[in-house]
Nanobody, 124 residues
Framework: QVQLIESGGGLVQAGGSLRLSCAASGRTFTNYALGWFRQPPGKEREFVGVINWNRGDMELENSVKGRFTISRDKNKNTVYLQMNNLKPEDTAVYYC?????????????????WGQGTQVTVSS
């Protein structure tokens, strides 16, 4: 069974950058939609962005547009969340998620596989 393995979180100052990775263990991401979500302290989980693995088209939440981007490396079977110009309000646990049906979307209930989460802390 495929598992999602996340890495790349950490502590960064405001204005800095981090890149999160999400790798598949057990099979490829072919035909999947890969989403990124985050859960800030004391808040509900929220949508960050999604990429269709086959087509490569991407959708981002408005608050991260122009700062974050999602990409994929088919050779490494890994999806990335590049985060630039980070702000303290980006502090959260970040999760990658997979929709094996390939649709994705903004609702977390559309995803049936989840990574373990990685902490991103942005200091002011």
């Amino acid at each position: 069974q495929v598992q999602l393995i996340e890495s790349g979180g950490g502590l960064v100052q405001a204005g800095g950058s981090l890149r999160l990775s999400c790798a598949a263990s057990g099979r490829t991401f072919t035909n999947y939609a890969l989403g990124w979500f985050r859960q800030p302290p004391g808040k509900e989980r929220e949508f960050v962005g999604v990429i269709n693995w086959n087509r490569g088209d991407m959708e981002l939440e408005n608050s991260v547009k122009g700062r974050f981007t999602i990409s994929r490396d088919k050779n490494k079977n890994t999806v990335y969340l590049q985060m630039n110009n980070l702000k303290p309000e980006d502090t959260a646990v970040y999760y990658c998620a997979a929709d094996r049906a390939g649709w994705g979307g903004r609702r977390d209930t559309a995803y049936d596989l989840w990574g373990q989460g990685t902490q991103v802390t942005v200091s002011s």
